[in-house]
């Protein structure tokens, strides 16, 4: 999965964040698990509402990983905008396949807006497969941004996500998927209009916790 970015796609960096590191964003994650909402996940925006490891992480090191995966881009334009951290365990289920760039619509946001990036680190080990807690791409279905839907909390089930892609495109993605497993440390970092979803963890020891960085990029 060593791939150049692009703003579509994927590119998956192992070993990008040191043990230390690692460390201090997990005992952060620690800390904020009380606060997890039905899905299993905690979002802090604006970036300065971030806990403070988290925000220094993002600032430099996750800043730096997102602006070089552009390779020639090294001009591109990063600002931090907030970020997450998602857990899944035997209470939250496998997340829906969605496109990061379909929540953009719910926020005024049109196609002349600076594109927007994740940056993921996997805090625990995740597995391939139904359990595994890892993430799942589907790049071969194509960048082409699809409609969302947005379901009533009554029927996202315990993912928490609400806005998801419609049931006919995600089987489709999920028949081009692929498993991306991954030790703690590893960083995945996810263009706004690859598909993606991930397994549940119930399988994981003690479940799959990630960190999640949300960055608006502006490329030369």
Request: charged residues 20%; hydrophobic residues 45%; negative net charge.
């Amino acid at each position: 999965c060593e791939r150049r970015l692009t703003m579509d796609s994927f590119r998956v960096i192992r070993a990008a964040v040191s043990p230390g590191s690692v460390a201090a964003l997990r005992a952060a994650a620690d800390v904020a698990r009380a606060s997890a909402g039905a899905g299993g996940y905690v979002i802090w925006t604006p970036a300065e509402a971030l806990p403070a490891a988290m925000l220094e992480w993002a600032e430099s090191q996750g800043c730096d990983h997102v602006r070089s995966s552009f390779g020639a881009d090294a001009g591109a334009k990063v600002r931090l905008l907030g970020g997450s951290v998602l857990w899944r365990t035997p209470d939250f289920g496998a997340t829906p396949w969605h496109q990061d760039a379909g929540y953009r619509a719910r926020e005024g946001l049109d196609d002349g807006a600076p594109r927007r990036v994740g940056a993921w680190v996997a805090l625990t080990r995740a597995r391939a497969g139904p359990g595994g807690g890892c993430l799942r791409f589907a790049p071969a279905f194509g960048y082409d941004l699809m409609e969302h839907i947005t379901v009533d909390k009554g029927f996202a089930g315990n993912s928490g996500f609400c806005t998801r892609m419609s049931d006919v495109d995600a089987a489709a993605a999920a028949a081009l998927a692929e498993d991306v497993p991954v030790e703690a440390g590893d960083m995945i970092i996810i263009g706004d209009r690859v598909a993606h979803a991930s397994h549940s963890g119930d399988a994981c020891e003690g479940g799959r916790v990630a960190f999640s960085a949300l960055y608006e990029v502006e490329r030369p």
